[in-house]
T-cell receptor, first 112, second 113 residues
Framework: QKEVEQNSGPLSVPEGAIASLNCTYS??????FFWYRQYSGKSPELIMF????GDKEDGRFTAQLNKASQYVSLLIRDSQPSDSATYLC????????????FGTGTRLTIIP | DGGITQSPKYLFRKEGQNVTLSCEQN?????MYWYRQDPGQGLRLIYY???????QKGDIAEGYSVSREKKESFPLTVTSAQKNPTAFYLC????????????FGSGTRLTVV
């Protein structure tokens, strides 16, 4: 079983709609969670991180964490063509270990 | 400006040749990491180092070697023992990754010719 799982997609969303990206993790001891955006041929860039249960909003992005269900999501409101990218979910799996474990990513395409 | 620099951007390797990928950071980060990404795939950890003069193998260390003689530098050597080295290589650094995540370099694309 993979430690961090994502639906690989592709996920197609019309421009202006809400894109919803999901991630599950297997280790209940996971401390913190990160969403990275990666454009084709480029390196990942950090969009958001979340530590506590509930929602965290930053502009058009909202991260949601439910530790009981071991579920993390990223919502992108008012989706733009520039949001088309692969989104990587990452988790700090082991307490005291500074390594992140990455999911395989979800490819998102915003349709104009 | 602080950042993490990888070089070269593109690298071509002949069969049986060792090549070294450079990674330098001026963020004063303690930890550095090397990942490999294949087309359509996630990131796989090759090696990581949390302090100078110490490093640990990741999930796919075979055919690779690293050194960490300076805090700022974490070069990766792809040896001839790595049979399928064509990939996109990403270097990252962090201070307290559990809290702040990683900062990534721009990557090196290695191709075997």
């Amino acid at each position: 079983q993979k430690e961090v799982e994502q639906n690989s997609g592709p996920l197609s969303v019309p421009e202006g709609a809400i894109a919803s990206l999901n991630c599950t993790y297997s280790d209940r001891g996971s401390q913190s969670f990160f969403w990275y955006r990666q454009y084709s041929g480029k390196s990942p860039e950090l969009i958001m991180f979340i530590y506590s249960n509930g929602d965290k909003e930053d502009g058009r992005f909202t991260a949601q964490l439910n530790k009981a269900s071991q579920y993390v999501s990223l919502l992108i409101r008012d989706s733009q063509p520039s949001d088309s990218a692969t989104y990587l979910c990452a988790a700090a799996i082991n307490f005291g270990n500074e390594k992140l474990t990455f999911g395989t990513g979800t490819r998102l395409t915003i349709i104009p | 400006d602080g950042g993490i620099t990888q070089s070269p951007k593109y690298l071509f390797r002949k069969e049986g040749q060792n090549v070294t990928l450079s990674c330098e950071q001026n963020l004063n980060h303690d930890a550095m990491y090397w990942y490999r990404q294949d087309p359509g795939q996630g990131l796989r950890l090759i090696y990581y180092s949390q302090i100078v003069n110490d490093f640990q193998k990741g999930d796919i260390a075979e055919g690779y070697s690293v050194s960490r003689e300076k805090k700022e530098s974490f070069p990766l050597t792809v040896t001839s023992a790595q049979k399928n080295p064509t990939a996109f290589y990403l270097c990252a650094s962090s201070n307290r990754a559990r809290l702040y995540g990683y900062t990534f370099g721009s990557g090196t694309r290695l191709t075997v010719v």
